[in-house]
């Protein structure tokens, strides 16, 4: 499997432009600047993350000839972080919905959909996959990104305080794509895509959700001043805010987790279609087998030649009695 080594690309390029939009992030805060520009290093960011998803496809496609398949398995590690990002999910709904001026319908899909990616950790400590039998609750989880998605994408238009720049949206795309592969995954759809296109979209939400994670961190905790012409702005430490991040932080890992040990157990298990096994061979076995069902005929042919010089005797003999 060339996907499983994804993690590495993943973590030098996180290192880069993850680290050096952080470290704006942290100096800009007091308006001193960075060693680059703002804008340098979001586009390093930017160029980081599409170096990224260009390599995770050009991985997916080397490996699109390998069929697996890979079933929902016990994962501890995996459950406690899904466990901790449910709850999470629920909690912010909760908590909005207890708002001054709540998103209904957004509370009630953190709701359903915290309340079904909950079900899924659970199947990371069992073991034993309980969506296969309802395979179309796991669409909750995705359905809610997507609310969550369309409701930052409103708060951005109208700079919004959480939602302070466009990588927001990038890591909760990102996130999008990678909840319906995983939905797939868990419902027993295409398992092989599924697997696939889960890990790429997967490690490019680790490298953005980490970033926005921690620079959000860094607003919510360090004291600063909004500076003009800066592309710095306060967020407030408010309980919707840190669960959140913390959320988020706990999507990227269980996103690792699940992404790495899903192709690893692919790796074991994969094969190659049969057509590639079995083009070279499959004339040659029909050759042998037409001649040994050839052999036989022309024993046949060979014994009915010998027969015919009797046949001749006997007449040969007929024809001396008659005449005598």
Not at 130 to 147: E, G, H, Q, Y
Not at 302 to 323: F, G, L, N, R, W
């Amino acid at each position: 499997m060339t996907l499983k080594k994804l993690w590495v690309p993943m973590l030098i390029l996180t290192l880069i432009g993850g680290g050096i939009k952080i470290c704006d992030t942290m100096f800009n805060v007091y308006g001193d600047g960075f060693i680059f520009n703002s804008t340098v290093c979001n586009t390093i960011l930017s160029v980081s993350a599409a170096l990224l998803l260009i390599i995770g496809w050009i991985c997916s496609i080397l490996d699109i000839k390998k069929v697996f398949d890979v079933k929902p398995s016990r994962n501890v590690l995996c459950g406690i972080f899904g466990f901790i990002a449910s709850l999470a999910i629920i909690s912010g709904g909760i908590i909005e919905f207890l708002s001054e001026a709540p998103n209904i319908a957004h509370c009630i899909l953190s709701l359903v959909g915290g309340g079904i990616f909950l079900l899924e950790s659970c199947v990371s400590f069992t073991g034993h996959n309980t969506l296969a039998k309802i395979p179309v609750l796991s669409l909750a989880v995705p359905i809610w990104c997507c609310s969550r998605f369309l409701v930052m994408f409103t708060e951005y238009t109208h700079k919004s305080i959480v939602a302070t720049e466009m990588f927001d949206l990038l890591a909760c795309g990102a996130l999008l794509m990678f909840l319906f592969y995983h939905a797939m995954f868990f419902a027993g759809l295409n398992n092989t895509s599924a697997v696939r296109k889960s890990s790429v979209y997967g490690m490019l939400y680790v490298s953005l959700g980490l970033t926005v994670a921690a620079d959000l961190f860094i607003k919510m905790f360090m004291p600063s001043n909004s500076v003009s012409g800066i592309d710095s702005q306060i967020v407030m430490p408010t309980l919707l805010n840190i669960l959140a991040c913390s959320g988020d932080i706990a999507l990227c890992i269980y996103a690792f987790v699940f992404s790495l040990s899903n192709l690893k157990a692919a790796d074991k298990t994969f094969t190659l279609p049969e057509d590639d096994y079995f083009e070279d061979d499959e004339p040659v076995e029909e050759k042998s087998e037409d001649k040994k069902e050839d052999e036989p005929a022309e024993e046949k042919s060979e014994d009915k030649k010998e027969d015919k010089p009797a046949e001749t005797k006997s007449e040969d003999k007929k024809e001396e009695k008659s005449e005598e």
